[in-house]
């Protein structure tokens, strides 16, 4: 997208030309993070809060298995609803980083196919990005393009006019958002919560796919140019 305006500085009679030009590059993400909740309600508190250590105790066992990958910020949540029942739920945040390394997309797989066999268990994920690094890399990128274009565009212009681009007054850029994806899978779980209690590992559930995704980053500059003109009347 491309716009452009010419107008004439009135304090020191400059003619300028100013032009927004955005460009958009994409990149395979390099990083993955994935929001793990167990949950559990009952009217009856001690109920709940068995069936919760249980799945909690289930899902921390499969995440141990994961050595490539970082556990962050867990957090604990209790309240009643309006039905008097008690509700709580236990969250963490699973994050891989060099995703394109086929180790870490595995482990990556395995522990969101086994975590979706446990009952009341919701997997919200993988959420692909960018690391800081590779995404102020891409913004750097995204970002040069768009002053190439705009600069073309501004002489391209300013020649029609019969002048030239003597130099740039001022140069904005936009903050990047950054767009990915995210899926969201909801554990089936056993007949029986209960039968969480054992020691071995739920089995892979399902078949996925943890190949990164392509992620967008657009870059938006907006120039001022001055202008010579052989005519400074314009």
């Known amino acids: 997208m491309t716009t452009n305006e010419i107008r004439i500085v009135p304090d020191e009679h400059i003619p300028t030309i100013t032009v927004t ?6 990149a395979l993400a390099d990083k993955a993070t994935v929001t793990v909740k167990v949950t559990s ?28 990958l970082q556990r962050q910020g867990e957090h604990l949540a209790e309240y009643s ?30 522990v969101i196919a086994r975590l979706a066999n446990l009952e009341n268990c919701v997997i919200d994920g993988p959420n692909w990005s960018l690391s800081a690094d590779k995404q102020a890399e891409l913004n750097t990128t995204a970002q040069a ?13 300013v020649a029609e ?41 739920p089995e892979p559930s399902l078949e996925i796919s943890t190949e990164p995704d392509v992620v967008s ?7 001022v140019f001055s202008a010579r003109f052989e005519d400074t009347a314009l």
């Open 41 to 68: 309600n009952n009217k009856d508190q001690r109920t709940t809060f068995t069936r919760r250590d249980i799945g909690v105790r289930k899902a921390q066992q499969v995440l141990a298995q994961a050595t490539l």
């Open 217 to 223: 980053v657009p870059g938006t500059v907006t120039v």
């Open 21 to 26: 030009d955005s460009v958009t590059v994409e």
């Open 161 to 201: 006019l019969g002048g030239t681009i003597s130099g740039v007054v001022q140069v904005d850029s936009t903050p990047t958002q950054v767009t990915s994806t995210q899926t969201v899978r909801r554990g089936r779980g056993t007949p029986e919560f209960a039968s969480l209690g054992k020691a071995s590992l």
């Open 81 to 110: 609803d309006y039905k008097n029942r008690i509700d709580s739920t236990w969250r963490c945040t699973i994050v891989a980083v060099d995703v394109d390394n086929p180790e870490v997309q595995a482990q990556l797989r395995d």
């Open 145 to 157: 393009l768009a002053i190439k274009n705009a600069k073309a565009k501004a002489e391209m212009l």
